[in-house]
């Protein structure tokens, strides 16, 4: 077992906190991002991934908590494992309107499903070295995951082209709010993979089927919805219109995506290098939904 643990100034260190959140979905249009049903599912596929794979976090979890043997560690993934109960829910929460306003996820999610409690879960292993491999597999796998919340994170904290384009304000409060917390939790994944394991060969190969499993998932997921939208009678999706809405700064952009990667693959990386802790507090202390609902 490995102790290395990346030094955080005491600044840094924040008690991290679960926000009891809530949010009227009533007056949200199928087509949040105004005119730009593209831009709005790509977004909504995190209602389709975020609710089995946050749970699933919490599942992984709660079995590491024995292997920790750091006080302050714990503290934080006990607290890690409160916020994430809470954006699974919150984003749960949406799929009922989606279904409302015409878009059954249901197929798309039973998918999903699937994939975290089947594939990605507990299987039936025998106590032992093949059961703690795979439950170290899954930790830095989670790690990965967390790489890319928390660069969306930071992404959607910034992305003032949607408040530009008068984007839903209950919809971009929801993935601010969950953005925030996923910068200010951003360490404690990493911190985690590096204290019960850190094997730097565990860290590519798993990052490699994160990434591959987030495009794959996404690009699914996003013409699942334009295919579905019943507003949309030719509705596609395209690697191409997902480029174009990153130089205009309603998503991510490629070249910082790709960016990304050397950055979480290169020996001396920490999460506290990306994103700013101080940002997200900020937007935490305005967020209408964690600050008595809309
Ligand atoms: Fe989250
Ligand atoms: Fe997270």
């Given at each position: 077992?490995?102790?290395?643990?990346?030094?955080?100034?005491?600044?840094?260190?924040?008690?991290?906190?679960?926000?009891?959140?809530?949010?009227?979905?009533?007056?949200?249009?199928?087509?949040?991002?105004?005119?730009?049903?593209?831009t709005?599912?790509?977004?909504?596929?995190?209602?389709?991934?975020?609710?089995?794979?946050?749970?699933?976090?919490?599942?992984?979890?709660?079995?590491?908590?024995?292997?920790?043997?750091?006080?302050?560690?714990?503290?934080?993934?006990?607290?890690?494992?409160?916020?994430?109960?809470?954006?699974?829910?919150?984003?749960?929460?949406?799929?009922?309107?989606?279904?409302?306003?015409?878009?059954?996820?249901?197929?798309?999610?039973?998918?999903?499903?699937?994939?975290?409690?089947?594939?990605?879960?507990?299987?039936?292993?025998?106590?032992?070295?093949?059961?703690?491999?795979?439950?170290?597999?899954?930790?830095?796998?989670?790690?990965?995951?967390?790489?890319?919340?928390?660069?969306?994170?930071?992404?959607?904290?910034?992305?003032?082209?949607?408040?530009?384009?008068?984007?839903?304000?209950?919809?971009?409060?929801?993935?601010?709010?969950?953005?925030?917390?996923?910068?200010?939790?951003?360490?404690?994944?990493?911190?985690?993979?590096?204290?019960?394991?850190?094997?730097?060969?565990?860290?590519?190969?798993?990052?490699?089927?994160?990434?591959?499993?987030?495009?794959?998932?996404?690009?699914?997921?996003?013409?699942?919805?334009?295919?579905?939208?019943?507003?949309?009678?030719?509705?596609?999706?395209?690697?191409?219109?997902f480029?174009h809405r990153g130089?205009h700064?309603v998503l991510?952009?490629?070249?910082?995506?790709?960016?990304?990667?050397?950055?979480?693959?290169?020996?001396?990386?920490?999460?506290?290098?990306?994103?700013?802790?101080?940002?997200?507090?900020?937007?935490?202390?305005?967020?209408?939904?964690?600050?008595?609902?809309?």
């Open positions: 077992m490995s102790n290395r643990r990346p030094a955080r100034t005491a600044s840094e260190r924040i008690e991290l906190k679960a926000r009891k959140v809530s949010f009227d979905w009533e007056e949200t249009p199928l087509h949040w991002v105004p005119g730009d049903p593209f709005s599912h790509t977004i909504n596929v995190l209602h389709l991934l975020l609710p089995a794979g946050e749970r699933w976090f919490v599942h992984v979890y709660r079995q590491v908590l024995p292997y920790i043997r750091d006080d302050r560690l714990r503290e934080d993934v006990i607290g890690f494992i409160g916020q994430e109960a809470m954006h699974s829910q919150a984003h749960d929460d949406v799929l009922p309107h989606l279904r409302k306003l015409g878009l059954d996820p249901t197929p798309y999610t039973a998918q999903v499903d699937w994939l975290f409690e089947k594939l990605l879960g507990d299987r039936t292993l025998p106590p032992g070295r093949a059961r703690r491999w795979w439950l170290m597999e899954r930790v830095a796998l989670i790690a990965a995951i967390e790489h890319y919340t928390a660069f969306l994170g930071d992404w959607v904290l910034n992305a003032e082209e949607l408040d530009r384009r008068g984007a839903d304000p209950v919809m971009l409060d929801l993935l601010r709010w969950h953005g925030a917390e996923e910068v200010e939790h951003r360490a404690v994944a990493f911190e985690l993979f590096m204290h019960v394991d850190g094997g730097y060969r565990r860290r590519v190969r798993t990052w490699a089927t994160a990434f591959s499993a987030l495009v794959f998932l996404w690009q699914r997921g996003a013409r699942f919805f334009m295919e579905n939208d019943p507003t949309l009678p030719n509705g596609k999706a395209s690697v191409r219109d480029v130089r700064g991510p952009s490629t070249p910082d995506m790709l960016r990304s990667v050397p950055r979480y693959l290169s020996r001396g990386y920490h999460p506290s290098q990306e994103g700013s802790t101080a940002q997200a507090v900020a937007y935490l202390a305005s967020s209408p939904a964690a600050n008595g609902g809309h």
